[in-house]
């Protein structure tokens, strides 16, 4: 399995990004997948994840209502779509592949990672 994000950038702050995370291997479409974030400083954090088929969602508080995740299983793709962006939410973010089908919030829960792509917010 090899997870590529794409997307991130320099924004201001209230403005908009789409992460993409793409699997090249094409393994992935049957896992659960999540977004992680880390910022300078901090320790790795819960984002966001969808399971296999997309039914089942979960986000961390301070992203809901403005964080939406969705996959393309047919091009083996998850989005991340950040809109209302805030200066807190600067980070690294991480694509992960979830050991099963289904979500959840511990890192160790899953398996293969991308190697992240820089979100920077600007006030």
């Known amino acids: 399995v090899q997870l590529v994000e794409s997307g991130g950038g ?3 702050a ?3 990004l789409r992460l993409s995370c793409t699997d090249s291997k094409r393994t992935f479409s049957n896992n659960g997948v999540g977004w992680f974030r880390q910022a300078p400083g ?3 954090e ?3 994840a ?4 997309g039914a089942l969602t979960r986000y961390t508080d301070s992203v809901k209502g403005r964080f939406t995740i969705s996959r393309d299983r047919a091009k083996n793709t998850v ?4 809109n209302s962006l805030k200066v807190d939410d600067t980070a690294v973010y991480y694509c992960a592949s979830h050991r099963s089908s289904y979500i959840s919030t511990g890192s160790h829960d899953y398996r293969y990672w991308g190697q992240g792509t820089q979100v920077t917010v600007s006030s």
């Not at 969808?50 to 088929?53: G, R």
């Open 10 to 12: 320099l924004v201001q």
């Open 14 to 16: 209230g403005d908009s």
């Open 42 to 44: 901090k320790e790795r």
């Open 46 to 48: 819960f984002v966001a």
């Open 50 to 53: 969808i399971s296999w088929n």
């Open 79 to 82: 989005f991340l779509q950040m």
